[in-house]
T-cell receptor
Framework: DTAVSQTPKYLVTQMGNDKSIKCEQN?????MYWYKQDSKKFLKIMFS???????INETVPNRFSPKSPDKAHLNLHINSLELGDSAVYFC?????????????FGPGTRLTVT | KNQVEQSPQSLIILEGKNCTLQ??????????LRWYKQDTGRGPVSLTI?????NTKSNGRYTATLDADTKQSSLHITASQLSDSASYIC?????????????FGTGTLLAVQP
C-alpha cells in the first residue's frame, strides 16, 4: 500500500565509493523528484523527472545522476561520494509538474559518508 | 531573490493550546503556496495547497491563510495535540519560465508538551 517507497532506508559508506538509492511510486504519477535534506533540516530539490525527461537540475554536481527506467521509478546514482553528501535524501512524486498538485514523499534514505 | 522565510524557528506550546506559524515570501511570479508537516525521521506530508485566489483553507485542525498582496501566509493549529509535534515547512511554487521551481522555507519546529 506504500505510495512512494525508497531503498535502502540507511546507507553508510566510505568516501570515494559509488552508491545508488532506489525509488518507486505506485500512484500512477507522471512526475518524480529527488530532494536533499541537510543537517539543518533544509529541503532542497535536486531533480525532477516528468514523463522520463529531466526537467530541473538544481546546480547539483554531476556526480549525482538520476535514472528513470520507467515512469514508476526514479533512482539516484552517486559517484565518488564525499563527506558533504551526508544527508537524508527524499524521493517524491506528483500528478504533474505544473499546477497545484500535491507531492507525496517517500520515507527518506539517510546517507552517511565516512 | 526568491526566498521563503518562516517564523518562529521553533515553538513550544502546551497540549490543547492554539498556535500560529508564519511564512513570508518574496517569490515571483507566484503560483501556489504549500504547507507541509514533517514528523521526525519521516518524509513531509502535505497539509494544504493555496493558489493566488484563495485566502483561507482548512484541513481539520489546521487552517492556512494567504495574503498575496503582502506575500504572507500563516498556519494556525487549533487545540494542539502531542502528535502535532513536528517540523512545519512552507513552500512556494514559482511560475513561469522554462522551469518550475519549488522554494522551500527552513521550517518551524513545533513541540507540543503535555
Amino acid at each position: 500500500d506504500t505510495a512512494v517507497s525508497q531503498t535502502p532506508k540507511y546507507l553508510v559508506t566510505q568516501m570515494g565509493n559509488d552508491k545508488s538509492i532506489k525509488c518507486e511510486q505506485n500512484l500512477g504519477h507522471d512526475t518524480m523528484y529527488w530532494y536533499k535534506q541537510d543537517s539543518k533540516k533544509f529541503l532542497k530539490i535536486m531533480f525532477s523527472y516528468n514523463n522520463k525527461e529531466l526537467i530541473i537540475n538544481e546546480t547539483v554536481p554531476n556526480r549525482f545522476s538520476p535514472k528513470s527506467p520507467d515512469k514508476a521509478h526514479l533512482n539516484l546514482h552517486i559517484n565518488s561520494l564525499e563527506l558533504g553528501d551526508s544527508a537524508v535524501y527524499f524521493c517524491a512524486s506528483s500528478q504533474g509538474l505544473a499546477g497545484p498538485y500535491e507531492q507525496y514523499f517517500g520515507p527518506g534514505t539517510r546517507l552517511t559518508v565516512t | 531573490k526568491n526566498q521563503v522565510e518562516q517564523s518562529p524557528q521553533s515553538l513550544i506550546i502546551l497540549e490543547g493550546k492554539n498556535c500560529t506559524l508564519q511564512c513570508n515570501y518574496t517569490v515571483s511570479p507566484f503560483s501556489n503556496l504549500r504547507w507541509y508537516k514533517q514528523d521526525t525521521g519521516r518524509g513531509p506530508v502535505s497539509l494544504t495547497i493555496m493558489t493566488f485566489s484563495e485566502n483561507t483553507k482548512s484541513n481539520g485542525r489546521y487552517t492556512a491563510t494567504l495574503d498575496a498582496d503582502t506575500k504572507q501566509s500563516s498556519l494556525h493549529i487549533t487545540a494542539s495535540q502531542l502528535s502535532d509535534s513536528a517540523s512545519y515547512i512552507c513552500v512556494v511554487r514559482r511560475d513561469g519560465g522554462a522551469t518550475n521551481k519549488l522554494i522551500f522555507g527552513t521550517g518551524t519546529l513545533l513541540a507540543v508538551q503535555p
